[in-house]
């Protein structure tokens, strides 16, 4: 999984799969989610992420991997 947040749209994408996405719904104003051709969950999409959600903090709970990589 991989969280990739851009400031200049301050959007947050939630890649949950490298399958590309074929679909994607808007299941609420600006959180839309991205299905693959099987009609699994690849991604998700928040616009104005930082008025929605607290980007101040990320905590993991109860992982069982290592992160292989942390970039500020």
């Known amino acids: 999984m991989r969280l990739q947040y851009y400031p200049d749209t301050d959007s947050l994408y939630i890649d949950l ?6 679909d ?18 690849v991604g998700i999409d928040i616009d104005n992420a930082s008025k929605k959600i607290d980007l101040g903090e990320i905590i993991l709970s109860q992982i069982p991997a290592r992160p292989q990589q942390v970039a500020v």
């Open 24 to 41: 994607s719904v808007e299941i609420s104003a600006g959180i839309v989610l991205d299905y693959d051709a099987d009609g699994n969950l």
């Open 17 to 22: 799969s490298p399958i590309a996405s074929v």
